[in-house]
């Protein structure tokens, strides 16, 4: 592993993508932000672009109205990036399974990487999924 | 070969500055974290982040103007370097320089905020635009309170406009900051150098949280990376010029060397101080408070540095 690769490892950024989500999982993830759970401490910042964006964090349940916007907002991401699902709605629709807006999962549009489950996770779990994300890209390179 | 040599110095005094924007702005996010009560990342992230952009896919947005988005970037870091070079150069160079150099580098102090805004304009995004047109609105308001401040160094000095001169007269008589009208014109040079800056609370031209970084928006890879070494060296480089032209600029020479560093970092927490105290201000604000308040002090303290005071 080299020095450039290692890089990647500490400092994701990160793009926080709503598909129809019921908002939960958003407050979970600006909870990692706070005082208490601090994920800059691993050089993570939430950025207001994809074009600067390493990860793109997707909640919610992938409604058909957001399909075509995800896929863009997936395209104008500089590779290499990675995609992490938060929340059960977006691995499998949740409670929302029987909804008729909702008919493809998220790892059917994106090549998701490391999924999260919970409704909504806690701000832990979103931290584990994002340290196994780091070990994941350390395998890869 | 005396060409050869410059360039020489100059490349030096980039890498120097280089290092020296990694740890000043990597101290920032550390002080910044420690003062929300957070850990923090580590000392080295600025550099991290930097490499890291280096290797990243550089994306052009269609219908924007590929050259100058492109060469927006270099430009910035081409004028701040620049500043750096004429800085070090008479800090390091007894009687180095030229007459006449601290307008030169006021000339390319435009720089790093003409290149912001040229970024924002070439990006073809709308909210680029918006930072782009703030950026050029907060040049024009900081550059008025700065140039008095610089016109009452230049009094204060009896008319020396060689910064080796500057130092020279600080340091046979007193820094200018004990005086009654260096102290104003520093508190003045400091707040419009937050804005050059492009930092809390007049950090409008790109606000976060408001139009997503602005001018940066459409950024990606290294030309990313660019614009944020570019901001590091600036952060690096500012102390340095306020402690020149007021506090009697640095000595390299046994304890002075403590004292000198010393100096650099009480303006850098004054910097970072007022940043994490204060909340981002509007356009029309930053208007009223530039050409109202701190020209008004700017006026007085000419005023008092062509009384002697």
């Known amino acids: 592993m080299t020095i450039g690769k290692k890089t990647f490892t500490r400092s994701l950024w990160v793009y926080h993508l709503g598909t129809g989500s019921c908002n939960n999982c958003d407050i979970e993830i600006l909870d990692c932000l706070t005082p208490r759970f601090d994920i800059e401490r691993f050089g993570m910042v939430l950025v207001g672009s994809p074009r600067h964006a390493d990860v793109l964090l997707v909640t919610g349940n992938m409604t058909l109205k957001n399909i075509p916007r995800v896929k863009r907002v997936y395209e104008q991401m500089a590779k290499p990036g990675w995609v992490v699902a938060i929340g059960t709605c977006s691995l499998d629709h949740g409670i929302f399974r029987e909804s008729y807006v909702a008919p493809q999962k998220v790892c059917e549009i994106l090549p998701v990487d490391v999924y999260v489950p919970g409704c909504p996770p806690k701000p832990e779990a979103i931290i584990l999924g994002m340290a196994q994300l780091i070990s994941k890209i350390q395998k890869q390179s | 070969m005396k060409f050869v040599s410059e360039l020489g110095f100059f490349f030096l005094i980039l890498f120097v500055s280089f290092w020296g924007g990694v740890l000043a702005s990597g101290l920032d996010r550390k002080l910044t974290a420690r003062l929300q009560w957070r850990k923090g990342p ?260 000419v005023i008092l540095a062509l009384r002697g005071i």
């Not at chain 2, 508190?187 to 031209?205: E, H, M, R």
Request: with cysteine.
């Open chain 2, 42 to 301: 580590p000392l080295l992230q600025p550099f991290y982040d930097v490499v890291k952009l280096f290797q990243k896919e550089t994306l052009v947005p269609k219908g924007g103007s590929v050259w100058i988005f492109l060469a927006a970037p270099v430009l910035g870091l081409i004028g701040v370097g620049l500043v750096a070079f004429y800085l070090w150069n008479a800090l390091l160079r007894m009687r180095g320089g030229f007459s006449g150099d601290i307008f030169v580098l006021l000339y390319f102090l435009l720089f790093p905020s003409l290149s912001v805004a040229l970024a924002g304009f070439a990006s073809k995004n709308p909210l680029g635009s918006l930072g782009g047109s703030r950026e050029i609105k907060l040049l024009l308001f900081g550059e008025l309170p700065f140039l008095l401040a610089v016109a009452v160094v230049i009094i204060k000095t009896e008319g020396a406009i060689r910064l080796s001169e500057i130092i020279a007269y600080q340091s046979h008589s007193k820094p200018l900051l004990v005086s009654g009208s260096g102290f104003l014109a520093f508190w003045i040079a400091l707040f419009s150098a937050q804005a050059k800056l492009g930092w809390v609370p007049f950090d409008l031209p790109e606000a976060e949280t408001e139009i997503m970084g602005g001018p940066y928006l459409e950024y990606s890879g290294s030309p990313l990376a660019v614009f944020r070494i570019m901001r590091m060296m600036l952060l690096f480089t500012f102390p340095i010029l306020l402690v020149l032209l007021f506090w009697g600029g640095m000595r390299w020479q046994g304890v002075s060397i403590l004292f000198s560093l010393l100096k650099w970092m009480v303006v850098f927490l004054i910097f970072v101080l007022l940043r994490n105290t204060n909340p981002r201000i509007r356009i029309d604000q930053a208007m009223k408070w530039f050409w109202g308040p701190l020209a008004g002090i700017g006026c007085i303290a």
